[in-house]
């Protein structure tokens, strides 16, 4: 198998940017004259692979000491810590329990709409009418907006309408 080449891959504009990051350090390190500085940023800027990248930087210095790794050196792995854990391992966390879809509301209207339909059979159905309006209201309410309720505002009118049949014409013959 052949390694894959990253020179030809598509830099990213973090990538531009600490390219950038290098030739600022050596220019302020006293590598690089202001002009050639300001060829290469904007060579850094305009470039769209990796290997324009590199190619912009390959003869400075990169890193906090001033050089460059092995390519192929490996990478030492870091001491572990106590009980045996590296900094790259942590402890176990469980999973969070899943997240339940947004319970829907009873809708308020509808509520009210039945506690005015309990309140007719008291009031001789005098509070009827109120019930029957906050029903119809709360039916077209609970359509829009997806609440629960239907059968409250339901019950509500069936309430309200017996009420107003049975108990309100009585009161009126005393």
Known sequence: MVPYDYGGMRASTADRERAVDVLKAAFAEGRLEQDEYADRVGQAYASRTYGELAALTADLPVGPLGITP??????PAPPPGPF??????????????????????????????????????????????????????????????????NGLAV??????????????????WF
Do not use: C, K
């Open 70 to 75: 092995a390519p192929h050196q490996p990478i």
């Open 155 to 172: 019950a509500a009118v069936v309430m309200a309408a017996l009420s107003l049949l049975l108990i309100h014409p009585l009161w009126l």
């Open 84 to 149: 045996g854990m590296t900094p790259y391992m942590s402890p176990y966390v469980p999973p969070s329990p899943p997240m339940r879809p947004a319970e829907r509301q009873t809708d308020n209207m509808a509520i009210a709409a039945f506690v005015f339909a309990l309140g007719a059979y008291v009031t001789a159905g005098l509070t009827a009418p109120i019930a029957l309006g906050l029903a119809v209201g709360a039916a077209f309410r609970m359509r829009r907006s997806g609440d629960v309720g």
